[in-house]
T-cell receptor, first 108, second 114 residues
């Protein structure tokens, strides 16, 4: 069965500190992993996807098939990074299964 | 990026009535649209997958007679909550995509059943 696990509901860090939002997945096929972000009062938007291997707003995520993980990282958090982050798993059908989300709070 | 628009953004209805929510892809043709439900402070729960011109595929536990989905064109999908009850109050979100591309999300519709 497809499943996405984000163990942390809330992650609070100080500005300038490193950030790692954890995501683990369960999928029998070839997964597509995504990170979506939802800023306060805005719609969900794509942050990055594993196949593009790009860095967006300083965030990176590496797919580790051995550990079935796709953790989101940023070396130096900014206050504007405060938002809800969702890890999502996609498959052949294009549908996305979302994790429960992690609220990132960056303190000044 | 592509724009997906939902209408209405919020609606209040009486218990027992039906409510229709529209999801439109404004500047692209969406082969697939998805409907999600989000409870307060919780994640998005996929309700159904809607492909243009065919019946929607519902996730386990979602009542297809309760949540009617129609995907009449490549730019429009509708979700009708039939005989709504207070427990149907929620935030409903749609997304639209073309095969092989990212999904774009609507702004969501807040449904309150009184």
């Amino acid at each position: 069965a497809q499943r996405v696990t984000q163990p942390e509901k809330l992650l609070s860090v100080f500005k300038g500190a490193p950030v790692e939002l954890k995501c683990n997945y369960s999928y029998s096929g070839s997964p597509e992993l995504f990170w979506y972000v939802q800023y306060s009062r805005q719609r969900l938007q794509l942050l990055l996807r594993h196949i593009s291997r790009e860095s967006i707003k300083g965030f990176t995520a590496d797919l580790n098939k051995g550990e079935t993980s796709f953790h989101l990282k940023k070396p130096f958090a900014q206050e504007e990074d405060s938002a809800m982050y969702y890890c999502a798993l996609g498959g052949a059908t294009n549908k996305l299964i979302f994790g429960t989300g992690t609220l990132l709070a960056v303190q000044p | 990026g592509a724009v997906v628009s939902q209408h209405p953004s919020w609606v209040i209805c009486k218990s027992g009535t039906s409510v229709k929510i529209e999801c439109r892809s404004l500047d692209f043709q969406a082969t697939t649209m998805f409907w999600y439900r989000q409870f307060p402070k919780q994640s998005l729960m996929l309700m159904a997958t809607s492909n243009e011109g065919s019946k929607a595929t519902y996730e386990q536990g979602v009542e297809k007679d309760k949540f009617l989905i129609n995907h009449a064109s490549l730019t429009l999908s509708t979700l009708t909550v039939t005989s709504a009850h207070p427990e149907d109050s929620s935030f409903y979100i749609c997304s639209a995509s073309r095969r092989g591309t990212e999904a774009f999300f609507g702004q969501g519709t807040r449904l309150t059943v009184v």
